[in-house]
């Protein structure tokens, strides 16, 4: 624990900052964000998870400010904060910052564009926000650390709350001292259990966060107080929340070093850990035209953290199987694809998926790195054919190309938008950076 | 940590029980925290943190479902929920259940009332949801234990987010199943750090609570899915936010033994453990006609729990006031009494208390209980006079009566409602168990 006034600090780089400080290639990240942000709300708006949410909220929620990305109904801010921030998580097909394991852009962007509905914040201002909630996130999730994770903390949430403060902060014009206050609201309002994962709930700890941190940045500009150094104090969120927190980390070569180059964007809507073995899985299938019926073994080799999160041998539903390296060996194998359809229930009961699943064999090895895998497949003529994958596709080092995101968003969007505005809602994207009104944005993929 | 379904048990209990099956002195002690709510969020309900918080968020609120009490204006339930559970805490003038320092009827009631403006709820089903709900939060306290509290939490809301889920629950008719559900989505909801004590996010924190126990419950009602043990998993509640928790502490006695029957009501409008104090120095300055320019030294020796939360001998203002032993001493010494009016802002920065505040000892004694007390005090004749306190007034061991909670009512309301609306709120009060709709309530003190 440091003496630092580390919330102080990141509140004053956030109010100092301004858009030319900002490096370009993080300014182009944080187009990229919004552009798959969009898509995954777009892909997930329809699902249960989010039917259900907006049927138990919306007799409660106030005037139609702002979009319910992909439905025709609108809600108050703070409740399309919630509800956006499920709906661009619920596929798992949302962006992750793999030092952390943080899904950013789902809580930060949700809480952000709900807000510019209601006032009116341009392109350039949204992009801004945005990148700066990001950043602060995943600062703090470097801060906190795996031990917060280990711990049983859902570290997007946890940390999302203070990155969409930040950035519904921001766009308010709060001051030092305001959106020091921010942090404070946002740190007492920090949730989120990790156990929920494989049940709605987890999509709701997003949302929650969304919208407790779109709050905390609404009281803060009221005036609502709350502790200055609510990161670094004794009890403060640092201490309480983890266990041997590098504190120094949250602010350490701030506006230098960009965590937000380090987010990647997926190719398949599955926990990010097991994107090597579905590549693997995907290039071995080709490689040697293998047929799953034949396949009798396969051995997947990966990191102790994608065991931990993910060994769930036999899944019982959709929302498990994203979290089931096995379903993803079986599908992948099967189907020659890891896309929304191989995630789905009834794709989750098939018997030929299941029968298959059961062969699948994990093996840990801390020299595997996250974005990495080693397969081996045994095939029942005897024969064997293994792969290493280095880097993962989407991953740092093999990251989606910006046309590989448009066309993710175009599927993604495909059964909720019409073609026609589809491309719209692109050439809005395409333009954001001076676009007066981002409010067209959200416009556009109602 | 335990392996016995701890939530399912508690889910099953709630939804099983029926009002007969609560005995009559948990019954009336329902009632007697009904009345000590309403007082204290009528007494609240004007202070800035509540102003703050509602100019914050009306621009988002929904439909004038529920009253925000002693205002004007109404709101939908969840955020009536916030802003009732921060009005009722705001005065820190609201109970405490003494084992674990958690203000249960705030969050509890909060949720509750809101809710039942939106559907028509008798005053009995009023009550039974209320014991069930405060029941819960205060043995989920006693599970996670002091050292939860030590560690950080602020265990109001930690626990109390259960409570109010359960209470809202069990008035939506939620089948166990359902209930269990709702414990998960609160599990995950559960925040709220001790450190901001002293600023207005502390209230906040019951706000939170309240607003995401009710979420959970109407979440829950329309079948989103939670973990179905939130508490007792490895990564659940218990285990994440306490260390060495008796789970078993939540269930064990359910339904013989009451922990609703040891929540206190305050005589005083500060931190609970103070009060023993505050008695003392009252009858001291009476018995022995003490006149506070006089006071030399003040010795206070204390349970170290005291010292631990308010041993803050310079206050900056009234809220910091609230949890300052030096202060309570100081203005009891002074001015005869301590009521509201002796922890605004004025009376922090008074010359004279501050000078006898600089006089104030304190002295820690783990022999001393929470209730208790030793006061010494030596005037500018050399003079010294002793008094122990064995039970503080409101305390288990000397509750307020009847009469002393309507005329703590009646102190409370005075400046809000009229003698004659004040009257009409008591009569629904006395006839509440008979009371086909509880909102009668709410409205009677608008």
């Known amino acids: 624990m440091t003496e630092a006034a580390i919330s102080a600090a990141l509140a004053r780089y956030v109010t100092d900052s301004q858009w030319h400080d900002v490096p370009a290639p993080v300014q182009h990240q944080a187009s990229r964000a919004t552009l798959n942000w969009l898509g995954c709300a777009l892909g997930g708006c329809r699902d249960e998870t989010v039917n259900r949410l907006w049927d138990a909220v919306r007799d409660f929620a106030g005037p139609p400010q702002a979009t319910l990305l992909g439905r025709a109904e609108k809600a108050d801010a703070l409740t399309a904060a919630l509800i956006n921030a499920v709906s661009s998580n619920v596929l798992d097909f949302d962006d992750t910052h793999i030092a952390t394991v943080i899904h950013p852009t789902a809580v930060v962007a949700s809480a952000l564009l709900a807000l510019a509905e209601c006032r009116r914040v341009s392109g350039q201002e949204f992009l801004h926000a945005l990148a700066l909630g990001i950043e602060a996130t995943c600062r703090i999730g470097n801060a906190v650390g795996l031990a917060h994770y280990e711990k049983g903390w859902y570290i997007t949430s946890t940390c999302g709350v203070f990155g969409a403060a930040i950035a519904a902060g921001k766009v308010l014009g709060l001051d030092a001292q305001q959106m020091n206050g921010a942090l404070g609201i946002a740190a007492t309002s920090a949730s989120g259990l990790r156990m929920m994962l494989g049940s709605m709930t987890k999509c709701y700890n997003l949302g929650n966060a969304a919208k407790s941190g779109l709050s905390a940045a609404l009281m803060a500009a009221k ?26 980390a949250v602010t350490r070569g701030l506006g230098q070093r960009w965590e937000m ?7 398949y809507p599955c926990g990010v850990v097991i994107h090597a073995v579905i590549d693997a899985c995907l290039d071995l299938r080709v490689l040697h035209a ?19 999160l993910c060994k769930n041998p036999a ?4 929302l498990e199987s994203k979290l089931s390296i096995a379903h993803s ?7 020659g694809a890891a896309g929304v359809a191989q995630y789905l229930d009834e794709r989750v009961s098939d018997p030929a998926l299941v ?11 801390p020299a595997i790195g996250k974005e990495q895998a080693r397969v081996n497949i045994t095939l029942a003529d005897g024969s064997r054919h293994e792969l290493s994958v280095e880097h993962a596709r989407g991953s740092g080092g093999r990251p989606l190309s910006d046309a590989e995101l448009i066309s993710k968003f175009r599927g993604l969007a495909s059964g909720v938008l019409s073609p026609a505005r589809i491309d719209a809602a692109l050439a809005v994207w395409q333009s954001l950076e001076t676009c007066a009104d981002v ?8």
């Open 290 to 308: 293998i047929n799953a019926a034949q396949v009798t073994r396969v051995e997947a080799m990966v990191n102790p953290l994608t065991i931990m």
């Open 355 to 365: 029968a298959l699943r059961k062969k699948v064999v994990l093996c840990e090895d």
């Open 223 to 248: 005036g609502f107080t709350g502790s200055a150094r609510a990161l670094e104090a004794p009890r403060g969120f640092l201490s309480v929340l983890a266990e041997d927190a590098d504190g120094p």
């Open 261 to 267: 180059l380090d987010v990647a964007y997926k190719p």
């Open 439 to 446: 409010g067209e944005l959200a416009r556009a993929a109602a």
């Open 315 to 318: 899944p019982r539903d959709g």
């Open 329 to 335: 060996v079986a599908a992948a194998l099967t189907d």
